[in-house]
């Protein structure tokens, strides 16, 4: 399974950003797909994913009410909508698999996100 990103770059505060993962491969065994983010010199964090089911979504609390994760049409495809960025939002977003086989999850190459003040 291969994950690819797209979609980063450099924004100003208070812009906007819409990431786009699609996998690639043996989808069919992919769980869930969500997005990760990780800054300089932090531990990476998740910071949208659907619940089990895919009947609703989760975030982290900094990001609650700017960010929001979208599937598209195809089982494969995912996206984070980032509105309203803040420049503490400036890390590589990751995508992320779970998958039902082994290796039980797959990572992107990362896209990386700025937010200049």
């Known amino acids: 399974v291969q994950l690819v990103e797209s979609g980063g770059g450099l924004v100003q505060a208070g812009g906007s950003l819409r990431l786009s993962c699609t996998a690639s491969?043996?989808?069919?065994?992919?769980?869930?797909m969500d997005w990760y983010r990780q800054a300089p010199g932090k531990q990476r964090e998740l910071v949208a994913t659907?619940?089990?089911?895919?009947?609703?979504?989760n975030y982290a609390d900094s990001v609650k009410g700017r960010f929001t994760i979208t599937r598209g049409n195809a089982k494969n495809t995912i996206y984070l909508q980032m509105n309203s960025l803040k420049p503490e939002d400036t890390a590589v977003y990751y995508c992320?698999?779970?998958?039902?086989?082994?290796?039980?999850?797959?990572w992107g190459q990362g896209t990386q996100v700025t937010v200049s003040s």
């Open positions: 659907f619940t089990r089911g895919g009947s609703s979504t």
């Open positions: 491969g043996s989808t069919f065994w992919i769980n869930t």
């Open positions: 992320h698999a779970e998958y039902r086989l082994s290796p039980s999850e797959y």
